[in-house]
């Protein structure tokens, strides 16, 4: 069931987003009572995409200090936990934390790193939400060009 980890190119963007996922919902509603913008929506359609998502992304780059990005994240959030959950209560929604990863394969650069700090694993465990990691290989030394 687990992916392999997949070469991505010559550039490291790590990134982190949280999102409202569901079925079919006014993704307006979710911006409004959060008073925060999403930086994408998508609107589930037949075939692709499969369900309604509202996103919150935070760039990183190729910073590989990811934990200063997921407080940036929580600070944005967590003063909001009561209107999450009553958002998913009342549309029936899922939220989650996503962390795209890019790995330099060049063994002089150091890993991505992030820390789960009591704050974050309280934010999350408060809003049920789950958290996943897609990690891709970036290749900045050029191994893999032909």
Not at 31 to 54: A, G, R
Not at 89 to 102: A, D, G, R, S, W
């Amino acid at each position: 069931m687990y992916e392999k980890l997949t070469y991505s190119g010559t550039e490291c963007n790590n990134y982190l987003y949280l999102s409202f996922d569901g079925d079919v919902f006014d993704t307006e509603i979710i911006s409004t009572e959060l008073d925060i913008q999403p930086t994408s929506v998508m609107i589930k359609k037949s075939p692709v995409p499969k369900s309604t998502s509202w996103k919150y992304k935070i760039e990183a780059g190729s910073d590989i200090n990811l934990e200063i990005y997921l407080n940036q994240l929580v600070d944005i959030f967590e003063p909001k936990i009561e209107t999450i959950n009553r958002l998913k209560k009342t549309l029936n929604l899922e939220t989650h934390l996503q962390f795209v990863i890019y790995i330099d394969i060049n063994p002089d650069f150091s890993t991505p790193y992030f820390g789960l700090n009591k704050r974050t694993i309280n934010f999350l465990s408060m809003t049920e939400t789950e958290v996943s990691f897609d990690l891709y290989k970036a290749d900045t030394i050029g191994v893999f060009i032909d």
